[in-house]
């Protein structure tokens, strides 16, 4: 029995672990040069490559027909993926990838509200379930409010050897900016989950929707390349930290996370890997300050703490609704997320 409950504990922490260092990755190949759209493009590029084999394979013998509509919605879940990638490496560009994992647990509370405004959830003041989910949001939503606009008196402060020192980790920052686009990366993943709940209602081959997701976010952004970025140095793939973050970026936040989350869901479900997302925040910071001489303030700190409370109190009212999907919200889906385990992890992807 420990062997079984100890598995999947393992499992997460290396999830989380291989999730932020995505976000440190994307950081250094945009502060070695490389722009976000172009990090975008390279990574889906290649995560196409690995999870075209792999997603054949795996549902060789039970592949859905691809009809016009659903292609079409596969494509709506790539203009969604890709305006929540360029948002969001752009937040982490102008702040941190500490800020950027704390600011992911805002995903259920917009998620929330977004089910609410679009009438697919209702607000029944009298469910402890559903006062929870909105206390919750509310608390989420002041965290962010903390973690982006007060600094207050730093924690903590390592100074490294300037030999030691990566500098590309550490271009001017504007923390406000950062935030405010990260919190868009937010509601573009909130909106994200929703269109894939409905995907997977009717498309059941998890990893050929995240195939065809990578394969129309390539084809996105390299639009967008070609039309926003002249540079074409921007372009290069050098052997050095771009290659390897692109490749990082397409292997372990691709296939490697996809698959160790979607097992742990097989024999977990959903409410237990949600309970590891603010893991990221911690490890994060630890690799930000001991390796990066990030300086922890108080605000940040105090912010972190908010969201993290808020996060578990919207995931406390999720898991009292019974068979409820983390991450989507959305009360009418929920029977197909649990169906469907890939639902639950991918906004770590978007």
């Known amino acids: 029995m420990g062997k079984v409950v100890l598995a999947p504990v393992i499992g997460m922490m ?48 039970q592949i859905p027909p691809l009809t016009l509509p659903i292609l079409s919605a596969f494509f709506l879940l790539g203009v969604l993926g890709t305006s929540s990638q360029y948002f969001g490496y752009a937040g982490i560009y102008y702040s941190s990838p500490t800020l950027s994992t704390a600011m992911l647990n805002l995903v259920p509370g917009f998620t929330f509200i977004l089910a609410i405004i679009f009438g697919v959830e209702k607000l029944d003041w009298r469910s402890s379930s559903s006062r929870a989910k909105s206390v919750g949001t509310i608390v989420l939503i002041t965290g962010a409010f903390i973690m982006t606009y007060y600094k207050g008196p730093h ?17 001017q920052t504007n923390w406000v900016i950062g935030g405010l686009l990260l919190a868009v990366d937010c509601v573009f993943t909130s909106a994200w989950l929703i269109v894939q709940a409905s995907i997977l209602k009717k498309f059941s081959a998890e990893f050929i929707v995240v195939f065809f997701y990578c394969f129309f976010v390539a084809i996105q952004s390299a639009i967008l390349c070609l039309v926003l970025e002249r540079d074409l140095s921007s372009w290069s793939l050098k052997p050095g930290v771009r290659l390897v973050a692109v490749l990082y970026s397409a292997v372990f936040g691709s296939a490697f996370q996809v698959g160790v989350c979607t097992w742990c869901l097989h024999r977990t479900g959903p409410v237990f890997v949600a309970m590891f997302k603010p893991l990221g925040i911690v490890i994060s910071a630890a690799v ?43 009360r009418s889906l929920e029977s197909s997320s649990q169906k469907d385990p890939l639902l639950q992890n991918n906004f770590e992807e978007t």
């Open 288 to 330: 930000g300050t001991i390796f990066l001489g990030e300086t922890v303030y108080l605000g940040r700190f105090i912010g972190a703490a908010v969201i993290v409370t808020g996060f578990y109190s919207v995931m406390w009212g999720k898991a009292k609704e019974g068979n409820s999907g983390v991450e989507t919200g959305v």
């Open 155 to 171: 924690l903590l402060m390592t100074s490294l050897p300037p030999n030691l020192s990566l500098q590309f980790f550490v271009p």
């Open 14 to 61: 290396m999830a989380e672990c291989a999730h932020v260092g995505l976000m440190f990755a994307g950081k250094a190949a945009m502060s070695d040069g490389m722009s976000n759209l172009v990090f975008v493009f390279y990574s889906k590029a290649f995560a196409s490559l690995v999870l075209l084999p792999a997603s054949l394979l795996f549902h060789r013998s």
